[in-house]
């Protein structure tokens, strides 16, 4: 089984600041790899697939980046509704696995 | 519009059983695979399932195997999760979510969720 491991497991940043998230894999994914965004009591939602592609909708402020093991989730000038806790997703082999997730906090 | 609706939570003692259903419609159901991903009160996400779109392939988390089946019935545009011997560990929110294209599995389409509580 692939881990993932996200890190820092919060991440405090001021509106308009800029967030760094990164997503280590125990073992290569290649590309395969998804982010997602999820608020209180909502359904995750697709951000980012294929390490670096935006999902249909999601604003260019938020970039994905990587390959292998290391994968980096970018998002420039928070906004407020950006505040919520992100997960990655391997997408390689089975079994899937998600990391533990970041949350994004107002500082 | 893609949708999916998920039904069948509920409380349940450890030890018993409980089906949940997910509605979909706005694609033709036998192009996709669909999947069971749970979270746990204020925990992270967890793959439980995946089927294919024809039923000929099917996985498990090794947390469920042996205890949960998915299954899919096309013709109705539904998917299953039949969960035998529950465990207060498997007490969560479990949601119904379809890939974004026909092949790979990035999540793009996910249901509210039906929440399942496994509890004397």
């Known amino acids: 089984e692939i881990v993932m491991t996200q890190s820092p497991a919060t991440l405090s940043v001021s509106p308009g600041g800029r967030a760094t998230l990164s997503c280590r894999a125990s073992?290569?994914?290649?590309?395969?790899l998804a982010w997602y965004q999820q608020k209180p009591g909502q359904a995750p939602r697709l951000l980012i697939y294929?390490?670096?592609t935006r999902a249909t909708g999601i604003p260019d402020r938020f970039s994905g980046s990587g390959s292998g093991t290391e994968f980096t989730l970018t998002i420039s000038s928070l906004q407020s509704e950006d505040f919520a806790v992100y997960y990655c997703?391997?997408?390689?082999?089975?079994?899937?696995?998600f990391g533990g997730g970041t949350k994004v906090e107002i500082k | 519009e893609v949708q999916l609706v998920e039904s069948g939570g509920g409380l349940v003692k450890p030890g018993g059983s409980l089906r949940l259903s997910c509605a979909a419609s706005?694609?033709?159901?036998?192009?996709?695979?669909l999947n069971w991903v749970r979270q746990a009160p204020g925990k992270g996400l967890e793959w439980v399932s995946s089927?294919?779109?024809?039923?000929?392939?099917?996985y498990y988390a090794d947390s469920v195997k042996g205890r949960f089946t998915i299954s899919r019935d096309n013709a109705k545009n539904s998917l299953y999760l039949q969960m035998n011997s529950l465990r207060a560990e498997d007490t969560a929110v479990y949601y119904c979510?379809?890939?974004?294209?026909?092949?790979?599995?990035?999540?793009?389409?996910w249901g509210q969720g039906t929440l399942v509580t496994v509890s004397s």
């Open positions: 979510a379809r890939p974004l294209g026909y092949s790979g599995y990035d999540l793009g389409y």
């Open positions: 073992q290569s994914v290649s590309s395969n």
């Open positions: 997703q391997h997408y390689n082999n089975w079994p899937l696995t």
């Open positions: 706005g694609f033709t159901p036998n192009s996709y695979s």
């Open positions: 089927i294919s779109g024809s039923s000929r392939y099917i």
């Open positions: 294929g390490a670096s």
